[in-house]
């Protein structure tokens, strides 16, 4: 299956600053739109793919800032690049603890912004593949039976099969089952694979001292 396009948004209320973007980008060979406010992007659906939004902070109505925000309350995955003629330290220093990729002042270079975008498109990318793994690793743990996984959650701790059986009060031989189950479902071969889907997953490992298992596969967190 072909991966979505990368795709480059413009938020700002100038309609030059627009036009010369959209330029700008095409130039560049990078499929984009364009946007007068944070309002009009928000009723968009979300691009399916990498996305960058270059979003100008001082404007009418919800600014860049505050559009920030609301993408981090709707657990939007876009990358911003701010873009302002009125920037200080104290707003560059918010947006970037945000998780906004860079804070360009007007007038910026041309090469200066592409660099912003190829930046932000990498590390939407980086995101996207990361959640596609977490979410086919929690796929994969959802088909275990809560006894499946709590057997996992020990081996992954380096216990014996015996000393798990001992943890459970089941039999040595229940656990051997169980272990070979469970690793069939997961497609994987040993401890170390199994551990690295577990971390992928999002599962938090058990420590060696803690006793008995309580978390079943519906635990895990996403």
């Known amino acids: 299956m072909t991966s979505p396009t990368p795709f480059v948004f413009v938020i700002d209320d100038d309609e030059s600053v627009r036009k010369g973007l959209r330029r700008l980008l095409r ?31 001082q404007m009418p109505g919800l600014n860049g800032i505050d559009f920030q925000q609301a993408l981090i309350q709707r657990r939007r995955e876009e990358q911003l690049v701010f873009i302002t003629g009125y920037g200080n330290i104290p707003m560059c220093a918010r947006v970037m603890k945000a998780g906004a990729v860079d804070f360009l002042s007007k007038p910026f270079k041309s090469r200066e912004l592409l660099k912003c975008i190829e930046n932000a498109l990498h590390r939407s990318a980086e995101q996207r593949r990361r959640a596609a793994e977490r ?10 039976t809560p006894r499946e996984f709590e057997v996992m959650q020990l ?6 099969n015996k000393q ?16 070979g189950r469970l690793m069939q479902k997961l497609g994987v071969t040993s401890v170390a694979e ?14 060696r001292s803690e006793t008995k298992v309580e978390c079943c596969s519906s635990q895990i967190a996403r």
């Open 27 to 57: 130039s560049a060979n990078y499929e984009s739109e364009v946007f007068k406010s944070a309002s009009d992007f928000l009723a968009r659906p979300p691009h399916p793919g990498p996305a960058c939004v270059i979003v100008d902070v």
């Open 135 to 144: 979410n086919e690793a929690c796929r994969l743990l959802d088909l275990l």
């Open 155 to 160: 081996v992954i701790t380096g216990m014996l």
């Open 164 to 179: 798990v059986g001992g943890e459970l009060g089941v039999a040595e031989k229940t656990v051997k089952v169980h272990r």
């Open 194 to 207: 199994l551990v690295q889907l577990v971390q992928k997953a999002g599962v938090p490992l058990l420590a």
